[in-house]
């Protein structure tokens, strides 16, 4: 008897001994990743190797993560988000965020939020975070503006949209599927919308000011300081020159080449692009192309076609727009070249060089001693002059290889946003489309649905194999599958049922409104460690137990759940929301506690108190 006596004491030791090491484990993680070191994705390791040796995981329970949806799903993500970039649709979005805020960072800002908000409140907040990253990058490179100051506001409104329909987080399925079982009527799909649109507004003005506390810098810092685009072509007075002409009916340049059609002197009257436009689709061919000229097709011409010649040529001139060349810049690359000293064409004229049948490539000017050359064609090459040329970026790339007669000086900025499928736009937004129908109306699985994108992708050209696999980023994926177990871990230790039985003695006999505080919190103490759909699934039945128990409405207090899930605001790890941004960002734990541990407060009190009003007791 003595021994039956003392046995279920001893199972309780074990127990507090098993969730004493989960939690060292978690402390020491959480250590690491406030000191940065090692690297983040290094501690996930760690921890994937440490949980197995303890005996409180198996090494399937532990390599779970690998498997889980969620991670697949972020990969998938990554592909299509590339898949907008390569076909520029991002840098597009990117244009329009730009050119519609102007030189107002805080114009930026709203926009930036509202945009993210908006399209997160159908699809994966996951998803429109990886897909709005390469966006911010750019906008940020181009309007001056630190990364540092957009990553978290992006992914704090990726948070919010989530708050925004039933439908836009996976917490929120999980607390009406728990209503609905506790044999109450489920949430409305725009039941949540008033306290999303709420948490939004909040959400813009708080970083509107919270930014100041990231500071500036970050890895593309600099990049504003590279010359673009417009400046070279500035520099050398190529806009000054430049016309474009469109192709009239029976024009006789109909069915002639690119690369043998003549407007007059070669020397003056260069063809420097073609655009043609069919349906919705618009291309540039270069003058090296064999694509023969169509009615309809727009030349552009370094200088401007005689009268005369307009009518016998069937040209009519139309209007240069100011931001043409910066239109053109993803598909049509320009580069500044310098000559050698010891190069093999000093001393020739520039149309001596022979630059488009050679190298695909149109010479749109040149510089002796940084003055420009008028009439350069004729003009005899010396060693430190620098010549302005355009064509297709790859072409430039090959011309890298030329180092014994050229030296390719720093490309412009826009290099780092070519392109490559630029024409394949159209079937991207498609791709895109098809996945946000297919996770909105819930016919397959949100990964499912990702992951019929990413073929798509592929199927119109938009990614190759290559770039999908570069695309992906692995320390992310890997630093949520080292964290995953730990939500395995603590349930099994009894660690979450440990924390739950604390918030019921502490505020089990105050008045609901305490109650919903302390539910609040609690969540979103529990989500800084546990999944936020982990911990939906613990705490709905916890507060709608209450709820039934004090004679109240279970609404307000499976709203309060809800809407704590998702304000993880306050970890790098919190949610993959916030692991997204973290390298890009440049960010370390505590700029998110910096920023995050007061937003979330903002939240808990406006939830607290609007809660009941819009859903009574």
Not at 20 to 36: C, D, R, S, T
Not at 332 to 349: C, F, H, N, R, Y
Not at 445 to 457: E, F, Q
């Amino acid at each position: 008897m003595p021994v039956d006596r003392y046995a279920p004491k001893k199972e309780e030791d074990t127990m507090t001994w098993e969730l004493a090491l989960v939690l060292a484990l978690l402390a020491a993680a959480i250590a690491m990743f406030a000191i940065g070191r090692p690297r983040m994705d290094v501690v996930a390791v760690l921890m994937i190797v440490a949980l197995p040796l303890t005996g409180i995981l198996t090494i399937d329970q532990t390599l779970a993560g690998f498997a889980d949806p969620n991670v697949v799903l972020i990969a998938a993500l990554f592909v299509v988000g590339e898949g907008l970039s390569r076909t520029g649709v991002t840098y597009r979005i990117g244009d329009w965020l730009a050119r519609t805020a102007g030189s107002s960072e805080v114009r930026l800002l709203v926009l930036l939020m509202l945009s993210v908000a908006m399209l997160g409140a159908v699809m994966s907040s996951t998803g429109v975070v990886a897909i709005f990253i390469p966006i911010v990058l750019s906008v940020a490179s181009r309007t001056g503006m630190s990364p540092r100051q957009l990553m978290m506001p992006l992914s704090f409104a990726g948070l919010i949209s989530g708050t925004l329909t039933l439908i836009a987080t996976a917490p929120n399925l999980v607390v009406d599927a728990e209503l609905t079982r506790s044999g109450s009527d489920g949430f409305g799909f725009f039941t949540f919308t008033p306290f999303g649109l709420v948490i939004l507004v909040l959400g813009i003005a708080y970083m509107l000011v919270a930014r100041r506390l990231l500071g500036g810098g970050g890895a593309h810092g600099g990049r504003g300081r590279r010359r673009t685009f417009r400046t070279l072509l500035s520099d050398y007075e190529v806009d000054s020159r430049t016309h474009r002409y469109r192709v009239r009916a029976r024009s006789p340049l109909e069915g002639v080449t690119l690369a043998d059609a003549e407007l007059g002197d070669p020397d003056t009257h260069s063809i420097l692009a073609m655009e043609r436009t069919r349906l919705w689709r618009t291309t540039v061919r270069m003058t090296a192309d064999q694509t023969p000229i169509a009615r309809g097709d727009i030349l552009i011409v370094e200088a401007e076609v005689a009268p005369d010649d307009l009518g016998r040529l069937g040209l009519e001139e139309i209007d240069l727009r100011g931001d043409f060349f910066d239109s053109y810049a993803r598909q049509v690359g320009i580069a500044e070249l310098t000559v050698t000293p010891d190069s093999d064409v000093l001393g020739k004229q520039v149309r001596e060089l022979r630059f488009r049948a050679t190298h695909g490539l149109s010479i749109l000017g040149m510089r002796h001693a940084g003055r420009n050359v008028a009439a350069y064609p004729g003009e005899r090459l010396r060693a430190g002059d620098t010549i302005l040329v355009a064509g297709a970026w790859t072409a430039i790339q090959r011309l890298q290889d030329a180092r014994h007669d050229f030296v390719l000086l720093d490309l412009p900025a826009e290099v780092d946003e070519v392109a490559p499928a630029a024409n394949q736009a159209p079937f991207a937004l498609l791709s895109l489309a098809v996945m946000i129908v297919l996770m909105v109306t819930g016919w397959v699985p949100n990964v499912v649905a990702a992951l019929i994108a990413c073929l798509l992708m592929g199927l119109f050209r938009c990614i190759d194999m290559t770039s999908a696999y570069r695309a992906i980023h692995w320390p992310t994926l890997l630093l949520i599958v080292g964290m995953l177990p730990f939500a395995e871990a603590l349930q099994v230790t009894g660690g979450v049922d440990l924390a739950v039985d604390g918030l019921l003695a502490a505020v089990g006999g105050a008045g609901p409104y305490v109650i919903l505080a302390g539910l609040f919190l609690l969540t979103a103490v529990i989500g800084l460690f546990v999944s936020n759909t982990a911990t939906a699934v613990l705490m709905a039945p916890i507060a709608i137990a209450i709820a039934q128990q004090l004679g109240l409405s279970p609404y307000p207090f499976a709203m309060i759940i809800a809407l704590a899930a998702s304000s993880a605001f306050m970890t790098p790890v919190s949610s993959p929301v916030n692991t997204l941004v973290l390298e890009p960002g440049r960010y370390s734990f505590g700029d998110f506690a910096k920023v995050g541990v007061p937003f979330t407060l903002i939240v808990l009190v406006v939830s607290v108190l609007l809660v009941p009003v819009l859903l009574p007791f």
